[in-house]
């Protein structure tokens, strides 16, 4: 057995009784991607007996068989910490007719961040990033934390939940749902049932928020897509539209007017029920804290998973009480055109913002240029220069794409300077190899700052 040691790598070749086995052990605090490591035999890629899970902690072990001797064994791998991502590494061993194996390659020592540069004319920073840290960086200024800024999101989100109910979608259908719930019975049923209906709620828009936070793959990439955002955008023209009265949306008509049995599940059900057809007026709400709670928990803040959850709960916690009889909402009126003809201009705003996020990821996406197309030479002379060194096999590049380079923000202060996207897939490559040295880059996301010269 031969032992491959790389400071915070340590891994393990072994065959014995026709099955070849790798394992390896990590340091605390580092990791691989299971969908970049890679053992391949004799130049044939190997499929372990046991898948391992996407992220790989603490240890790896996996075993093969079907190996013929004498093989030669390459392993390719991703290390990463943290926020960032390591370059891919190989190591190669050979494994003798006796089963002996034999190390043929030198391994990689990762170098942690911060990044150093080689001399004191530019700057650079790597690894992800959120809006904020990316922008100190930008302005050459020291990151800031607001912690209190998820407490606000959960507040306004809350709030915004409670304020759902006096929409013209859901405040005329109060009435009945309590008659579908059976909630006019005595004041204790009419507590319970209410609260089963704030229950059901809660449910169902949860329910939304962790089935697109837990498809992030899928639902992370559509984000990231200029045609889903400009889809978003044109959804929510057509939500301003049923606002002014120009379409008929109205899902609740597909909700029963009368319920035959009465009960805790029942009042469940219609709550969740209700939930997903309240109408035109609910529906940019709930896509705007699905779409704000999956960038949230894409860019590294757990508390995303709660944002959907927050939202339902505001939208049931007058239901308990209105299940009671106490009426605590006003009644419908003529002011409700108002309100509806307030929440066609906070559509339009919604739509404005999703085309331009949806038109600005076109323009950024358009040209991004590998090392090897890349000519430094001729760099403008009035204006500073972004280098984002990026690869396809970087899982936090996406994860900016997503979510960093989507923020207002940094799309406006990026107009100050002259951005070069430098694809380093292939970090032995010569140019890409050679850029990489120049700036002290050891990993991916990588950026550089060359100030503007005179």
């Known amino acids: ?48 007996l046991i898948p391992p899970p996407e992220h790989i902690t603490n240890s790896l072990a996996l075993a093969y068989t079907g190996v013929a001797l004498p093989a030669e064994a390459v392993f390719t791998y991703q290390g990463c910490k943290n926020d960032i991502c390591f370059m891919p590494k190989t190591i190669r061993w050979r494994i003798a007719a006796d089963g002996t194996t034999t190390e043929l390659a030198d391994g990689f020592v990762p170098t942690e961040p911060p990044l150093s540069p080689a001399n004191p004319g530019f700057r650079t920073a790597g690894g992800y990033m959120n809006a904020d840290a990316f922008l100190a960086f930008l302005d050459d200024r020291p990151a800031e934390t607001f912690q209190w800024r998820g407490w606000i999101t959960i507040l306004l989100i809350l709030a915004g939940g409670i304020l759902l109910n006096l929409t013209p979608c859901v405040l005329p259908m109060i009435p009945i749902n309590l008659a579908i719930i059976g909630a006019a019975g005595n004041r204790r049923t009419g507590i319970l049932y209410g609260s089963a209906y704030a229950l059901g709620i809660t449910a169902a828009y949860g329910s939304l ?170 760099l403008p002379k009035n204006m500073p220069v972004l280098l984002d060194f990026w690869a396809s096999w970087c899982k936090n590049c996406t994860a900016m794409e997503k979510t960093t380079f989507q923020d207002p923000r940094v799309r406006e202060r990026l107009k100050g300077f002259r951005v070069i996207r430098i694809q380093a897939e292939d970090p032995s490559a010569a140019e890409t190899k050679k850029l990489l040295e120049k700036y002290g880059i050891t990993g991916l996301p990588a950026f550089v700052i060359l100030p503007a010269s005179e």
């Not at 757990?302 to 605590?328: D, N, R």
Request: net charge neutral.
């Open 1 to 48: 057995m031969k032992t491959f040691l790389c400071l915070l790598f340590l891994f393990n070749l072994d065959y014995s009784n026709s099955v070849l086995r790798l394992t390896g052990t990590l340091e605390p605090g580092y990791g691989l991607y299971s969908s970049s490591v890679e053992l391949k035999v004799n130049g044939k890629p190997l499929a372990p």
């Open 209 to 378: 928020g962790l089935f697109s936070l837990f498809t992030g793959s899928i639902f992370g990439a559509l984000q990231a897509s200029p045609w889903f955002n400009l889809g978003i955008g044109g959804l929510f023209l057509l939500l301003t539209l049923a606002m002014l009265d120009v379409l008929a949306i109205d899902f609740s008509r597909f909700l029963p007017r009368t319920s035959s049995k009465t009960g805790i599940f029942t009042a469940f059900t219609a709550g969740a029920v209700g939930a997903l057809l309240a109408g035109a007026c609910v529906a940019p709400i709930v896509i705007a804290v699905l779409l704000l709670s999956s960038s949230l928990y894409a860019a590294g803040h757990f508390y995303a998973l709660l944002l959907p959850f927050v939202l339902g709960l505001g939208m049931g916690l007058p239901w308990p009480i209105l299940g009671a009889g106490v009426s605590v909402l006003p009644q419908p009126g003529n002011w409700l055109n108002y309100v509806k003809k307030g929440f066609a201009v906070l559509l339009v705003v919604f739509a404005g913002y999703y085309f331009y996020i949806g038109f600005g990821t076109l323009r950024t996406n358009a040209h991004p240029v590998s090392a090897e197309q890349t000519d430094l030479a001729d």
